[in-house]
């Protein structure tokens, strides 16, 4: 938040406190709905409602669907039921799947009730689409055109049923059959003559999804062709709804934030941290713990197998914990990019000799600098044998070398097999590599020191 939010937050408090309601609605009109519910996070429940009820109409509904799940719930439970059917009416309908499929039973039965029959209907339709769909996320409120109409008589459609669509920037021509024909733009029709058919201007290729496309790809293509909307398809073609960049925006949040926790070896949890509490933060985070403590018994294992090295040279163990992390640094390095590919579509199982190849030559540049720089330090600074230092920076090449293959191929194979590439992140990764580099630092060790 900036110091200037926050000084309006402050003053807003102050009147709140001297219960000074005219200004009070004066101030929050100016306000967005987005910091809006920022400020309703910093207030008490009593003042929440009462700020809401100065809002207008608008504002008011972009405001509660900005709002946390929490939050909305107690506003639902203080509204009248006039004030429910009054926010429902103001809401888009993906926007009132969204809040519904965050509610308890007893919270949706009374946002259903107070829908219209056909609110109720299409929110029915959407909710039996699968969960990570285009269907599930995509709303029904958009400008649909005829072929056959000029473009004074699509302004004029726009401005009669334009008022309650989420878009109408972007408009969609559908035959008889709702089979979709073509896309035209607002723009496309303000600069061209006004007598001249929609058919004529529209796009006839058009670039579409189907309601059962995965969420994730469809907000991919929203980002890949700059579209502000796309339009939504079943398997006859016939539209049926549009994803539009807003939801897109919410679905690559949630996917980048759940790609994050697996890659830190936290299960995936929908609550903001502040809000998660102490019981399920730690059942969050404990099984990853105790899955990665218990596949730090091989490390234990190697380290013990090789006691008889380690008492023959002492100096040895010293230097373990730096190539322990210097290749669990390579392969996490590796492993974030090659699953940023993957979930980008920029990489497919099929290029992996291709990753392969170029890793394999990355990882000898690496290795080579990072086992040049160490061999000069081990002889200046922490004046070891010639041998010593020969067996720590082998040692080193090697571990780099087996840390870049292991993060490449490891999140490739685990999207082709069907895991979630974000599991095979740093955590595992640096387990495997931490078991490789032991087991090459003790045998280079035995070869050339001879113990």
């Not at 429902?88 to 499929?101: A, G, N, W």
């Not at 061209?192 to 004529?200: E, N, Q, T, W």
């Not at 579409?208 to 790809?217: A, E, F, G, I």
């Not at 163990?317 to 210097?326: E, G, K, Q, S």
Request: proline share 3%; hydrophobic share 45%.
């Amino acid at each position: 938040m900036n110091e200037e939010l926050e000084t309006v937050f402050e003053e807003i408090k102050t009147l709140l406190a001297g219960k000074q309601y005219a200004a009070l609605s004066q101030y929050v009109r100016e306000l967005k709905p987005a910091d809006i519910a920022l400020l309703f996070e910093d207030i008490s429940r009593e003042d929440v409602t009462l700020l809401f009820r100065l809002l207008p109409k608008d504002t008011a509904a972009d405001t509660f669907v900005e709002l946390e799940p929490e939050r909305q719930q107690q506003l639902i439970d203080a509204f009248s039921d006039t004030e429910l059917k009054a926010v429902l009416d103001e809401l888009y309908l993906d926007d009132t799947v969204d809040i519904i499929e965050e509610m308890p039973a007893n919270v949706v039965r009374r946002i259903i009730r107070y829908s219209s029959p056909e609110m109720r209907k299409s929110i029915n339709e959407i909710l039996n689409f699968p969960a990570n769909s285009a269907g599930s996320i995509m709303t029904i409120e958009f400008i649909d055109l005829n072929a056959k109409m000029t473009v004074d008589q699509a302004f004029e459609h726009i401005r009669t049923t334009g008022w309650d669509k989420e878009t109408i920037y972007t408009c969609y021509v559908i035959g008889a059959d709702r089979r979709l024909q073509g896309v035209v733009t607002v723009q496309q029709m303000l600069l061209c003559d006004r007598s001249l058919k929609i058919g004529d201007i529209m796009d006839k290729n058009v670039i579409s999804c189907k309601t059962t496309d995965d969420k994730v790809d469809v907000a991919h293509m929203l980002d890949k062709y700059d579209f502000l909307a796309l339009p939504v398809v079943d398997h006859e073609d016939r539209l049926v709804g549009i994803v539009t960049i807003d939801d897109a925006i919410d679905v690559l949040t949630e996917d980048a934030t759940e790609d994050i926790e697996k890659m830190a070896a936290i299960l995936p949890i929908e609550k903001t941290y502040l809000r998660t509490g102490i019981f399920e933060t730690w059942k969050q985070r404990i099984p990853w713990l105790l899955l990665l403590m218990l596949s730090s018994t091989f490390t234990q294992k190697i380290i013990n197998s090789a006691e008889t090295a380690l008492s023959a040279c002492v100096a040895l163990t010293a230097f373990i914990p730096m190539l322990m992390d210097t290749g669990g640094n390579a392969g996490g390095q590796v492993s974030v990019t090659v699953i940023r590919g993957l979930s980008l579509g920029e990489i497919s199982f099929s290029d992996w000799l291709h990753v392969l190849w170029k890793e394999m030559r990355v990882s000898l540049l690496c290795g080579f600098t990072l086992a040049f720089a160490n061999f000069i330090k081990l002889l200046t600074f922490d004046h070891v044998t010639l041998t010593v230092a020969a067996v720590v920076c082998i040692t080193l090449l090697v571990a780099v070398i087996f840390a870049k293959i292991v993060g490449c191929l490891l999140p490739i194979a685990a999207k082709r097999v069907g895991f979630d590439p974000a599991v095979m992140a740093s955590p595992f990764i640096t387990t495997i590599v931490d078991s490789l580099t032991l087991l090459t630092y003790f045998q280079v060790a035995r070869m050339l020191l001879h113990i």
